[in-house]
Nanobody, 123 residues
Framework: QVQLVESGGDLVQPGGSLRLSCRAS?????????VGWIRQAPGKDREGVLC????????SYGDSVKDRFTISRDTAKNTVYLQMNNLKSEDTAVYYC???????????????WGQGTQVTVSS
């Protein structure tokens, strides 16, 4: 069964840091796919954050996180990470990882999805 599992979400104070992990099942070679991080705040549509393509290139969906968040991949661990620094209250959302052949123009166009992990930024 193809499966993506996010972890690392937590309650953190503004200015804090978190590292989210997206681990794929052994049958799913994550390095063969583009992997995006997408977030969804309550009552809002899903918003693309960052995506790493199969060549290691990074695509950003906007300027709100590009200077604070970084995406990386550990092929040996079959895992993609999202390092989040200087977190703000506006970053509060459920964070999903998703995979497809290419970085999707629209977040909902990704084919494979994890279950999401909650990130809450509050003082």
């Amino acid at each position: 069964q193809v499966q993506l599992v996010e972890s690392g979400g937590d309650l953190v104070q503004p200015g804090g840091s978190l590292r989210l992990s997206c681990r794929a099942s052994e049958e799913f070679t994550l390095s063969s796919y583009s992997v995006g991080w997408i977030r969804q705040a309550p009552g809002k549509d899903r918003e693309g954050v960052l995506c790493i393509n199969r060549s290691g290139g990074v695509a950003s969906y906007g300027d709100s996180v590009k200077d604070r968040f970084t995406i990386s991949r550990d092929t040996a661990k079959n895992t993609v990470y999202l390092q989040m620094n200087n977190l703000k209250s506006e970053d509060t959302a459920v964070y999903y990882c998703a995979a497809d052949a290419v970085c999707a123009a629209k977040p909902r166009d990704y084919y494979f999805w994890g279950q999401g992990t909650q990130v809450t930024v509050s003082s």
